[in-house]
């Protein structure tokens, strides 16, 4: 009997203890490489997150994909097989975050996406559904700069993108906006050019797209690498408009652009001017918290849209694990499975780059009005009002 009632309350110590396993969080991002201006971000995000959520610890894991595919299916196989961890955050780039999405499915771990693209999550089938992202879908950051061009009667467009997974988006982007619709006539796409992240001159392909005399240039583009063609135009003296794309909104962009970057327009998002954002939006407060907090860490007027989709993700792990708690515990493809479910049937989360309604066909979750218009005045970016 003594020895039952022994087994008994060891049974009782370890279930105890096992419902207390901390929570693993595996955090993939490009923090050197072209794309290092983002991944920085991000993982500076990530790291205001929750460290407890529900009584467990909660653990961050973080490595480097240094910008590259392969490094990022590397580390992710690592974080599942060594790290047993519960979901992952990340790869920033593209070409990573899609060269992962059957390694993440095949290990049934979820995973939030910081890449841009709807291929990420649409369609959805047996491997993305272990897919989600907080970053907002393609015609979320479209759709406001198209519609200010229609506005403005641009009636000749130039573009010039990155030559990888990115550009490639914005190419069938373009070839979706422009055509004529709701009785606007078409916008003439008189040039197409690409070029690489770290290519240090695009000064062949500006001279190229100068000489069919557009109305406007779209630059798609992100950090750094987005400054080159923007600085090319301004030395040859265009002065029409210039549209760039969310990458080309902070940071090193900003910098090696100055006096250049005056009059672009952009996909804005909240945390770009909160101050400037109507009470009426649906996530302002979540928003002003987030730049309190990054601004607190960071300086001053450092928050950004890509720092608020890292803490975003753990905003959808804070909200989710709860629910996946009372189903199985951390460390356990039970857990994994739960937690994926309950990220899928998130509502109402409000975050820093918008209200979150996940479903099990949306796995973005975000509503249209998550970006508006931006336009780069005197030093900031300024809301461009309807």
Known sequence: ??????????????????????????????TTGPATSLGVY????????????????????????TSDATVALKSVRKLMSEDKVDV?????ITPAAIA??????????????????????QPMDAQRRWVFKTTTNDEHEAAPLFKDMRKKGIKNLAYIGFSDGYGDQWDKLVQRYTPAQDGAPAINVVAKERYARQDTSVTAQ????????????????????????????????????IYVTLGATFGEFLKLSGSAAEGIYAPFAA???????????????????????????YGKGASNIFAAGG?????????????????????????????RDAIENTHNLDGARGRYNMTTTDHAGL?????????????RWMLVKP
Do not use: C
């Open 88 to 92: 992952i955050i990340g790869p920033t």
């Open 42 to 65: 991000e993982r500076n995000g990530v790291q205001l997150g929750a460290q407890t959520i529900a009584g467990q610890k909660v653990n961050y894991i973080f490595l480097d994909d």
């Open 367 to 379: 509503d249209t009005n998550a970006l508006m218009l931006g336009q780069f005045r005197e030093g």
């Open 271 to 297: 945390v770009m001017g909160v101050d400037q954002i109507p009470d009426s939006y649906e996530a302002k407060k979540s928003a002003e918290q987030f730049v309190s907090m990054y601004d607190a860490k």
């Open 206 to 241: 500006v001279i190229k797209m100068l000489s069919k005399n557009p109305d406007a240039i779209l630059i798609a583009g992100s950090g750094a690498g987005a400054s080159t063609p923007l600085l090319e135009l301004r030395k040859r003296g265009y002065t029409k408009d």
């Open 100 to 121: 992962i999405i059957p390694v993440v499915a095949e290990g049934s771990t979820p995973n939030i996406s910081q890449g841009p693209t709807n291929s990420l999550v």
């Open 311 to 339: 803490w975003d993700a753990t905003k959808l792990i804070e909200a989710a694990a709860p629910v996946a708690l009372k189903k199985a515990k951390p460390g356990t493809p039970e857990f994994r499975a739960a937690l």
């Open 1 to 30: 009997m003594i020895k039952l009632k022994y087994a008994a309350v060891l049974a009782l110590l370890l279930g105890a203890a096992s419902a207390h396993a901390d929570i693993n969080v595996g955090v993939v991002l490009s």
